[in-house]
């Protein structure tokens, strides 16, 4: 199997290596317009082309893993679904909601494969806590609290300058996870985001509070910054999960259980089976099976995005179509 890598910044050197180390028996090329970036690659010594255009006229992948920056997402999205080329893409699926949807549904014209790499619904302890929560152990949910807080500093330069750094490129994660966990999209959200006074790297707003309603009833309050100084949480953040007959306390690395009749704290997640994003999608490649992160699914997040974004700029609660 041939994979096409189209960006080699932070991101795409990940994804370079964990395809050398997880899949060494693909045959790999590599696109992307700086020339600099193929100078990290060690020993590398397959086709690297200094645009997407360029390598589809010179190959013919099984697939592209698109880890550009998100606003060259569509452009490069667009290239491959003209060539029939299956798209990995990582989230957000473009820098805006209207060009996302524009990504979708091209796929969906062109009848190409298109599914975003988003993992956090892989990590052992949320998969666990989902199966608790299905199980009935803490009854019927009623409320969540989900606090984020990271100190973080990056290069990025697109990243810098975003509207909406947290909102766009983390909280996304969180709202994958929320609908991973309660089965539920929002019906209501209201939101406010803001530039912390400590903040002297980034554009944007970094800091968000909103107050989120689903549809099964479900209020959600959300707590996120990317530059808070003390008590940082990791990266999935700190959740408390409410039922009527108990609560979950939810971490990347252990989850507390509270209940009337016992209290269990689990750290061991051995039995928890992982499958990688690259898994996931040669899993449905070349079948019409429907999954949770196809684009026409996972665009539900990014319209959730959107919708708190606009609840903020015009500070007032925004409903969300139910389609």
């Known amino acids: 199997m041939h994979i096409l890598l189209a960006g080699l910044g932070t991101y795409g050197l990940g994804w370079f290596e964990r395809i050398l180390k997880d899949y060494p028996v693909f045959s790999l090329s590599i696109a992307d317009n700086n020339p600099v970036n193929f100078k990290k690659l060690k020993n590398f010594k397959g086709n690297c082309y200094n645009s997407v255009n360029e390598a589809l006229k010179n190959e013919k992948p099984d697939f592209m893993i698109n880890v550009t920056p998100p606003q060259m997402h569509k452009d490069t999205d667009f290239l491959a679904f003209q060539n029939h080329i299956p798209v990995l893409s990582e989230k957000p699926i473009s820098d805006n909601f209207f060009d996302s949807h524009q990504i979708v549904q091209k796929a969906e014209e062109e009848k190409v494969l298109f599914m975003v790499a988003e993992n956090y619904r892989e990590i052992p302890s949320v998969k666990k806590a989902r199966c608790l929560i299905e ?19 990056t290069d990025k330069e697109y990243f810098i300058r975003m509207k909406e750094p947290l909102l766009a490129d983390i909280t996304i ?32 707003n970094t800091c968000l509070n909103s107050l989120i309603e689903l549809r099964n009833g479900i209020k959600v309050l959300y707590n996120g910054s990317l530059t808070s100084f003390q008590d940082e949480t990791d990266w999935l953040g700190n959740w408390r999960i409410e039922g009527d007959k108990g609560g979950i306390i939810l971490t990347q690395n252990q989850i507390i259980i509270s209940t009337v009749k016992s209290n269990e704290i689990i750290k061991d997640f051995k039995d928890i089976p992982y499958l990688d994003s690259i898994s996931e999608f040669i899993k449905i490649l070349g079948t019409n099976k429907d999954h949770p992160l196809l684009g026409r699914n996972y665009l539900k997040n990014q319209e959730m995005a959107y919708y708190m974004e606009l609840s903020s700029d015009f500070n007032r609660v925004e409903i969300l179509p139910e389609n």
């Open 135 to 153: 199980d009935g152990t803490i009854g019927q949910i009623s409320q969540i609290h989900i606090q984020f807080l990271k100190n973080f500093y």
């Open 173 to 204: 994660h969180h709202l994958d996870t929320l609908k991973y966990l309660t089965g539920s999209a929002a019906k209501t959200v209201y939101a406010r985001s803001y530039k912390n006074r400590n903040n002297l790297l980034y554009r944007g």
